[in-house]
């Protein structure tokens, strides 16, 4: 149990359109970060927010967006869906001291179709 | 960018034997690494952490690093079906993000 959900677990949208995935961590875990899994890769980055400030990004481009609030959840959210977007995103959160070690939640399985 | 290379395998050990997973990073100056297990259709999840040369003890577990030769290894003991999944080898940047190998599949037969 990592104290961090996601939601919604599985869903399926249509080429084009928007999908925002919501994530709810432990209290005082001021970091969270977003992660794009595809099918036999290993997960990669694409945000990280501290404190509701988006503090770092990987490779995705900025149809790509989120948020975080101040109770700890937190936001990805996809605009013009692609087929290749059909991944696992996964939400990790961590505390200021917990050094590098983050801490997932079971995921969203979004399909595009 | 960092880059961490495993073989995506499937790797197939006999239940009772030593499961050796080896990961390879590109970064000398890396410090910390991090093994994680996934189930299929579940999402990753953290078995070891290592930063220091040689050999790190959990349970059946045990990461081996060595800095030198940027290799870093999982040896599972007496492996069990239980332990069947992709096994992650992680390495964090400099901005905190986590830079992650493909995984490399384990399959222990019964």
């Known amino acids: 149990e990592t104290g961090v959900t996601q939601s919604p677990t599985h869903l399926i949208k249509t080429r084009g359109q928007q999908v925002t995935l919501r994530c709810s961590s432990q209290?005082?875990?001021?970091?969270v970060s977003w992660y794009q899994q595809a099918l036999g890769q290993g997960p990669q980055f694409i945000f990280q927010?501290?404190?509701?400030?988006?503090?770092g990004r990987g490779n995705f481009p900025p149809r790509f967006s989120g948020l975080q609030f101040p109770n700890y959840s937190s936001e990805l959210n996809v605009n013009a869906l692609e087929l290749d977007d059909s991944a696992l995103y996964l939400c990790?959160?961590?505390?200021?001291?917990?050094?590098?070690?983050?801490?997932f939640g079971e995921g969203s399985w979004l399909t595009v179709v | 960018q960092k880059e961490v290379e495993q073989n995506s395998g499937p790797l197939s050990v006999p239940e009772g034997a030593i499961a050796s997973l080896n990961c390879t990073y590109s970064?000398?100056?890396?410090?910390?690494f991090f093994w994680y297990r996934q189930y299929s259709g579940k999402s990753p999840e953290l078995i070891m952490f290592?930063?220091?040369?040689g050999d790190k003890e959990d349970g059946r577990f045990t990461a081996q690093l060595n800095k030198a030769s940027q290799y870093v290894s999982l040896l599972i003991r007496d492996s069990q079906p239980s332990d069947s999944a992709t096994y992650l080898c992680?390495?964090?940047?400099?901005?905190?993000?986590?830079?992650f190998g493909k995984g490399t599949r384990l399959h222990i037969l019964p």
């Open positions: 990790a959160s961590r505390g200021d001291r917990d050094g590098n070690t983050i801490y």
């Open positions: 209290s005082g875990h001021n970091t």
């Open positions: 927010y501290y404190r509701e400030e988006e503090n």
């Open positions: 970064d000398r100056g890396s410090q910390s």
């Open positions: 290592i930063y220091s040369n």
């Open positions: 992680a390495v964090p940047e400099r901005d905190d993000k986590i830079i």
